[in-house]
């Protein structure tokens, strides 16, 4: 019987029936624009807007007054980190980030780089976490921003959150958290966390694309960002434009659904990640976890395959979706960013697979993937010159890999 097994659920969800179920009437009859004050269309769209805004709110804590709306988790990243250092620039020019944040976190701070700030890019231990004593020692006097995700999008690492909110609360230092693999799978509070600003995104948490969020914090302290555009003056100032209502309504939806579900669904899919590292590493040797096994998200599966490239290991099961840690871009094949961050040698990390577990994955999915994967890990193995290398004594870690 062949079936597709869908396990790239960090990249996106499928979109929850029920969500597409709550967005329906705002596609068709309920098209109006939440900031026409004048008319029943306008209000209906308005009131559609702020239960979106109390259920997003409610998930983690916070007022609804304090969620901006945005097209996604890019733009509230970029809006956190370039809106709170353009804002508050006479008060130091200095921001601390980490190696492996997501590229949407890295890339402002390399910009903020290029333009007159200094950005210390923390290397996080082995197994992807960054601790409150390393923040500690670089904050400094200057220091405007922390920017450190909950859980990582590789591999699942969870930040010590609630300690480096604290530090930072005690330096007076404005603290960002992009919270997008996050949100919906591990409790997040905004209170007990001391986050300042969180970002989350729709299509990460069984809502739609194109949809996301900001949490800017109102009180203790009342936080401002300049905005990235202007226009209309739509949420408090900070991100004009026409609001995507059936969007906010299904990010609204899916956030309160993911919620209420959020402890069976995770002891659920912590089970079934469970089951399938012990599908592989029973039946295989040579094969490494990359994370952390004590904090890490319930659904994230890194692993490397020894002596095997994860691009062909990919190629060896078409009919299951995950993604390597040796992405294929343009003629090079430059490993995760990620995996080197942690420290993951280049030959492990072009051989890494990231299986991302979701809500409509089964236990025959797990159980399909972990026998297709021991077949082609064994398959490749059996031909392939990296293990007779090895075999024969040769370190990998020296092999230069094409495209370096
Ligand atoms: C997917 C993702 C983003 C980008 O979110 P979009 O809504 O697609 O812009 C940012 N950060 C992390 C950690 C992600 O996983």
Redesign the pocket.
């Known amino acids: 019987m062949s079936r597709f097994v869908y396990l790239d659920n960090?990249a996106t969800t499928p979109l929850d029936p029920r969500v597409l179920e709550a967005m329906l009437p705002y596609l068709q009859d309920k098209f109006g624009n939440a900031a026409s004050r004048s008319h029943r269309f306008g209000w209906e769209a308005e009131e559609a807007v702020e239960k979106g805004r109390a259920q997003v709110a409610t998930a983690i804590h916070a007022d609804p007054k304090e969620i901006i709306w945005t097209s996604?988790?890019?733009?509230s990243?970029n809006l956190a980190i370039l809106g709170a250092a353009r804002m508050y620039a006479d008060r130091g020019k200095h921001v601390v980030t980490s190696l492996i944040e997501?590229k949407?976190v890295i890339d402002p701070c390399h910009y903020l780089a290029q333009n007159g700030y200094e950005v210390t890019f923390l290397t996080p231990d082995r197994t992807g976490r960054v601790s409150v004593e390393q923040v500690r020692q670089v904050l400094r006097d200057d220091t405007i921003l922390v920017s450190l995700?909950v859980a990582n999008?590789e591999i699942g690492t969870l930040n010590p959150l609630g300690e480096i909110g604290a530090a930072c609360k005690e330096r007076g230092v404005l603290f960002h958290t992009?919270a997008?693999?996050a949100f919906g799978k591990v409790p997040i509070d905004v209170e007990v966390m001391g986050i300042d600003l969180l970002?989350l995104?729709g299509?990460?948490i069984y809502g739609p694309k194109g949809i996301?969020a900001l949490y800017v914090r109102r009180r203790n302290p009342r936080v401002r960002l300049q905005p990235l555009q202007y226009g209309g003056g739509h949420e408090r100032g900070m991100r004009s434009g026409t609001l995507n209502v059936p969007g906010i309504v299904g990010l609204g939806a899916a956030a309160e659904i993911a919620l209420g579900e959020m402890p069976a669904e995770s002891a659920r899919l912590a089970g079934l990640r469970d089951r399938l590292w012990a599908g592989l590493s029973e039946r295989l040797t040579g094969i490494v976890l990359n994370g952390n096994v004590e904090h890490r998200l319930p659904n994230t599966l890194n692993v490397s395959f020894l002596y095997v490239e994860g691009e062909s290991l990919m190629m060896g099961f078409n009919d299951i979706a995950v993604s390597s840690g040796s992405a294929c871009t343009s003629a090079s094949l430059e490993p995760s960013y990620v995996l080197k961050g942690i420290g993951v040698g280049d030959d492990l990390a072009h051989s890494s697979i990231r299986f991302s577990l979701g809500r409509f994955n089964t236990t025959e999915d797990i159980d399909y993937t972990a026998e297709r994967v021991v077949a082609a890990v064994n398959h490749l193995r059996s031909m392939s010159p990296l293990q007779e290398m090895a075999e024969a004594g040769i370190d990998l870690s020296t092999v230069q890999w094409a495209g370096h």
């Open positions: 960090n996604g988790a890019t733009e990243d997501h949407a995700m999008n992009d997008t693999q970002s995104s299509h990460k996301g």
